[in-house]
């Protein structure tokens, strides 16, 4: 999704008019072209946020959008918040741990030879 298409674009991949190409997506999905669009845009932003891809450039180029500001400016419609907001919303959710997190007396047991990889443990 990293390519804005138009209507226009899909219209002629199928050999419709752009209007009929809008009808149909409707009738078949109860959304138009563009509330389909955003839809995905929202949820492929929150995945990558996720991810821990917290530069905006880079999730807008991913999404589709060739301006940064244009993507900022979306995504205070989209998710009421700026995209600093929404990466600080989720940042708690992601699925890694910091060394800071982690129990200290833990990971200095984790340094004991006998758990690195390729060593005798039997030792």
């Known amino acids: 999704m990293n390519k804005a298409v138009t209507l226009k674009e ?31 845009r929202k949820e492929i932003v929150i995945q990558l946020v996720k991810e ?3 530069l905006g450039y880079q999730v807008a180029t991913e999404i589709g959008f060739r301006e940064e500001h244009s993507f900022y400016r979306w995504v205070k419609q989209a998710f ?6 929404l990466c600080r919303q989720h940042q708690d959710r992601l699925p890694y741990t ?23 443990p039997q030792k």
């Open 10 to 40: 899909l219209g002629k991949l199928v050999r419709l008019d752009p209007s009929d190409v809008e009808r149909l997506f409707r009738r078949r999905t109860g959304l138009t072209v563009k509330q389909y669009v955003n839809l995905r």
């Open 52 to 54: 821990g891809k917290f």
């Open 80 to 85: 009421g918040v700026s995209f600093k907001e």
């Open 98 to 120: 910091t060394y800071a997190e982690s129990d200290p007396a833990e990971s200095r047991e984790g340094l004991d030879k006998r758990h690195l990889p390729g060593t005798n």
